[in-house]
C-alpha cells in the first residue's frame, strides 16, 4: 500500500491513535475503535506483527494483547496525542505525547516516536517506538485535564515543531484539535 497523498497518511495516523484509546471512530473503513480493549485493539495488527516498545520486543498478536493488558492496567487517567511526522510508502512515523496516573497516584509525562509499516491490506506488521518519560504533579499536567478541557501547550509547539493549523491539515500545531482523550 502507498500512500501518495499526506490526507492518507493523516486518516491512518488518526485511526492507529483512536485505536488505543476512546476516541470517535477513525477515518479509516479498517479502524478498530474501542475503550483500551486489547481484543479490539489486537486486530490492527498482523498476526505476526513485531513491536519493540522501549526496551521491550513483543511478536505475534497473542504477546500484543498481553502487553496491553499489562500497560492498560498499570496506566490509570491515559490521555493521548499522536502527530504524524512523516511517511513514505508503507510507512509512517508519528512524534506522541502522553500522560497517565500509575497505582500510587503518581502522575507521569511522556514523549516519544513511532514509526509503523504496514501490510498491504492495512494492518500494521511492525512498531518500533522509542519512549521516554518523566513524573509531573497533578497540577502540571497539560495534555487534558477532562475530557473538555484540552490544554494546548504541548511540548512539541514549545520546541518550535508547531504552526498555525487551519482546517484540519497537518496536525503539529500543539495539539488544538488532534487531541485523543
Keep these: 500500500m502507498k500512500w501518495q497523498r499526506k490526507r492518507s497518511a493523516l486518516c491512518l495516523e488518526r485511526a492507529a491513535g483512536s485505536r488505543w484509546t476512546s476516541a470517535p471512530p477513525g ?4 479502524a478498530i475503535v474501542c475503550c ?18 522501549r526496551a521491550e520486543f513483543v ?28 511517511f513514505r510508502d508503507n510507512r509512517i512515523s508519528v512524534c506522541f505525547e ?10 507521569w509525562r511522556a514523549y516519544g516516536n513511532e514509526n509503523w509499516e504496514f501490510n498491504e491490506e492495512g494492518l500494521m506488521r511492525k512498531r ?20 473538555s478541557d484540552v490544554v494546548h501547550n504541548s511540548w512539541l509547539q514549545e520546541q518550535g ?7 484540519n491539515d497537518f496536525p503539529l500545531g500543539g495539539g488544538s484539535t488532534n487531541s485523543y482523550s
Design 98 to 107: 502522553y500522560e497517565y496516573r500509575d497505582g500510587s497516584g503518581q502522575w
Design 27 to 30: 477515518l479509516l473503513s479498517r
Design 161 to 167: 515543531l508547531s504552526g498555525a493549523v487551519s482546517g
Design 36 to 53: 483500551r480493549d486489547p481484543e479490539k485493539v489486537a486486530l490492527a495488527y498482523t498476526e505476526d506483527s513485531a513491536w519493540r516498545n
Design 128 to 147: 518500533i517506538a522509542s519512549i521516554n518519560e518523566s513524573p509531573i504533579t497533578e497540577g502540571q499536567r497539560r495534555i487534558a485535564v477532562d475530557d
Design 59 to 86: 511478536k505475534g498478536r497473542d504477546a500484543i494483547r498481553e502487553f496491553l493488558r499489562r500497560k492498560w492496567a498499570r496506566e490509570h487517567d491515559y490521555k493521548l496525542r499522536k502527530y504524524l511526522w512523516a
